[in-house]
């Protein structure tokens, strides 16, 4: 692989998502303001900032001799048409949990690989829906408990204990709910040049 290959996020779950494909990455943060635009989409915002995140390290990369790939992403949840946002105390938390039950949500995130040789970006988009399953007061109380999602979007996280709030999940990529889609992130790393599969040999 002669383009090194970045990672524009510190989210500490994309970079374990990541290195589920390659070690050979680094990391970067990207210096974007995230403020949605007005009348802006929730599909427009994380296409818009995905490419921004990518494009915002790319920037700083411009004297890498053999180029690079830099790797931009961003997730917003969606319930009922409104972008969730965290809630930071138990009893929000409990508010959402319990409006989600029986209901779904659907996931919306951007994936942007910009090229700093030909400063070309590719973004996608990709949709990810949790249906959840009819939730007891009981198990939500304990599940906040337990978990404490006050940091969390939706107030939920679903790479651990809130897997078991749900009664099935709905999409392409597993890892997309989490926020990274890798299946569409390797097509198109392949796409600019590398192949992560054929890496090393």
Same mark, same amino acid.
């Not at 659907?106 to 970006?121: E, I, M, P, W």
């Not at 198990?139 to 337990?146: Q, V, W």
């Given at each position: 692989?002669?383009k090194?290959?970045?990672?524009?996020?510190?989210?500490?779950?994309?970079?374990?998502?990541?290195e589920?494909?390659t070690? +050979?990455?680094?990391?970067?943060?990207?210096?974007v303001? $995230?403020?949605?635009?007005?009348s802006?989409t929730?599909?427009?915002?994380v296409?818009?900032?995905?490419?921004?995140?990518?494009?915002a390290?790319?920037? @700083?990369?411009?004297? /890498?001799?053999?180029?690079a790939?830099?790797?931009?992403?961003?997730q917003?949840?969606?319930?009922?048409? +409104?972008?969730?946002?965290?809630?930071?105390?138990e $009893?929000?938390? %409990? !508010? +959402?949990?319990r409006? *989600?039950?029986?209901?779904?949500i659907q *996931?919306?995130?951007?994936?942007?690989?910009?090229?700093t040789?030909?400063?070309?970006t590719?973004?996608i988009?990709?949709? %990810?829906?949790?249906?959840?399953? =009819?939730?007891?007061?009981? =198990?939500?109380?304990s599940?906040i408990?337990? =978990? @404490?999602?006050?940091?969390? !979007?939706g107030?939920f996280?679903?790479?651990?204990?809130?897997?078991t709030?749900? =009664?099935?999940?709905?999409?392409?990529?597993?890892?997309?709910l989490?926020?990274?889609?890798?299946?569409k992130?390797?097509?198109?790393?392949?796409? /600019?040049?590398?192949?992560?599969?054929?890496q090393?040999?």
């Amino acid at each position: 692989m002669s383009k090194s290959l970045w990672l524009a996020s510190t989210s500490i779950y994309r970079r374990a998502l990541l290195e589920k494909l390659t070690t +050979q990455f680094q990391i970067a943060k990207p210096e974007v303001d $995230e403020t949605p635009l007005n009348s802006e989409t929730a599909e427009q915002l994380v296409l818009r900032l995905s490419a921004a995140k990518a494009q915002a390290v790319a920037m @700083q990369l411009t004297s /890498a001799a053999d180029g690079a790939l830099v790797i931009g992403s961003d997730q917003v949840a969606v319930f009922n048409g +409104q972008i969730l946002g965290k809630p930071h105390t138990e $009893e929000r938390a %409990f !508010a +959402q949990l319990r409006s *989600f039950s029986g209901q779904e949500i659907q *996931f919306l995130t951007g994936l942007s690989v910009t090229d700093t040789l030909t400063n070309r970006t590719e973004t996608i988009l990709d949709r %990810f829906i949790v249906h959840f399953r =009819e939730l007891t007061d009981a =198990e939500i109380h304990s599940y906040i408990k337990r =978990e @404490q999602p006050l940091n969390c !979007a939706g107030s939920f996280k679903s790479e651990g204990l809130g897997i078991t709030l749900f =009664e099935r999940l709905e999409g392409d990529d597993p890892n997309s709910l989490i926020g990274l889609p890798l299946i569409k992130l390797h097509a198109m790393l392949k796409r /600019a040049g590398v192949d992560l599969l054929l890496q090393g040999i």
